[in-house]
């Protein structure tokens, strides 16, 4: 699709961001999952193997890059192409088909293998991720000062369109019309009534799948000749922002212990609840990292990450290098202390070298991912440390370290990064 060129950094970090989950929950369950959970989380609907769900955001990486990744041509030499839907369809029945995935019955839509539904989660990702970006140039004050408003309108033929209209008057009904007309598809940028018609939740198309519907900006004439916006009157993009991340943010407070039982049964240790509060294991290792640095003489109880999986067991014992850290059986956590050391030397504030490459926020909260399913591995038998690699949002490799503990532990001695 064409992309204004200035939502492409915010897009690229929207798919970047989110963590990949694997659940058996239909479409229609994943809808009772908080907004913030569901918002963060980059999954598709029953499926539950993480290699399908992580090759869909590597994948969906590379496209909205528009960047070349390298395949063998047919005579097996290696050569650079682009990600497009078509290759991203190829690429992922290749990979579902290995992972043996999909219904032995009729094709329907909710079959993995099949292109309709391949094409629907490379559709719905992209332009989620450019619906996002779009809207965050939007809100920019003196943009959405020219452009105020916007208007809802069929973008793509359906042959069964959805009723809009009536959708509409639902949804400005529930917010009271706030910054919404009723006689025409047009609302402020700032309304409720995005979120409210979205059946995501969130205030940027696609409000449904497989809509066919779009936004179009409506300038500040108009939209004060429809009463949205008084002459002279200054809006305040900032505003609409902290509503929603407000809303994000209660989703996932004071959950009931009915709830949390819920999450926990549908992800498992993929989302950790403290204190009544979730969050992906990500987000939460994150939120670790910043308070870690924020609070110098913070010693808290180190973050468990979780015991060793099979993947991680897998990649120690194929990694090279001599003397051995087995991580089976092993529990692996994150000391604050070493983390703030890990930030002083590898973090944003460090020097860039031909061999360290500074370590973003979003670098660091990779780490629990990178732990629990590396892309490969390898030993220092003199240090008697494990390092595990895997693959930093800008495309290089995080290394994270890991060194035996007290009892049946490891621990995160150290986090870099390093050009591929």
Known sequence: MLADPDSIPDAIERIARRTPVTSGLSADKWRDVPLALRDRALFSAKVENLRVVQSIQDRMLAAVRDARVTRESPDGAPVDVLMTKSRFVREMRRIVEEEGLGPTGPRTIEDIRQSPRLGLIFDMAEKSAYGHAQRKVGLDE???????AQRLVRVAARREPRDWMTRWQEAGAAVGWEGAIPGDMVALKTSPIWEELSVFGVPWPPFDYGSGMGLRDVRRDEAEALGLVEPGERLAGDEAEERFNAELEASVRDLDPVKRELLKGAFGDQVKIVGGRAAWYPQAYREYYERANDSPQW???????GAATPEAVRAASQARGTGRLELAGR????????????????????????KNIPMTPEDFERVPRICRFP???????????????????????????????????AVVQSVYKRKT
């Open 142 to 148: 003196n943009v959405l000062n020219m452009f105020p």
């Open 299 to 305: 010693n808290p109880d180190p973050f468990r990450i």
């Open 331 to 354: 529990d692996i956590r994150s000391p604050a202390g070493l983390l703030r050391h890990a930030d002083d030397s590898h973090g944003p504030k460090s020097r860039e070298t031909p």
């Open 375 to 409: 892309r490969g591995a390898e030993y220092d038998g003199v240090k008697r440390t494990v390092t595990l690699r895997g693959e930093a949002p800008d495309g290089n490799i995080i290394r994270v370290v890991l060194k035996e503990g007290d009892g049946q532990t």
